[in-house]
C-alpha cells in the first residue's frame, strides 16, 4: 500500500520536472520562429510618438528585447 503510494508521488514529480522542460523548450523555439516584436515594428512604434528612429536606436531596442527571451 505505501508502495503504490509513493510510486504515484514519484509518478507525479516526474511527469511535473518533464512536463516543465518540455514546455519550455517549445516556447523557446516558438519565440525564436515567431518573435514577439521585430525591427519595422520598433520604427513604427517610434515614428508614432513622433520620433524618427535612427538605425542604432533601433538596434539598442533590439538587443535590450533579446537580453530578456
Keep these: 500500500m505505501w508502495m503504490d503510494i509513493l510510486y504515484i508521488l514519484i509518478g507525479l514529480i516526474v ?34 510618438m513622433g520620433r524618427t528612429p535612427s538605425q542604432k536606436q533601433v538596434n539598442q531596442m533590439m538587443k535590450s528585447m533579446n537580453k530578456y527571451m
Design 15 to 48: 511527469g511535473a520536472v518533464l512536463g516543465f522542460f518540455l514546455a519550455r523548450f517549445y516556447m523557446k523555439k516558438y519565440l525564436k520562429q515567431n518573435p514577439p516584436i521585430n525591427e519595422q515594428m520598433i520604427k513604427a512604434m517610434m515614428m508614432q
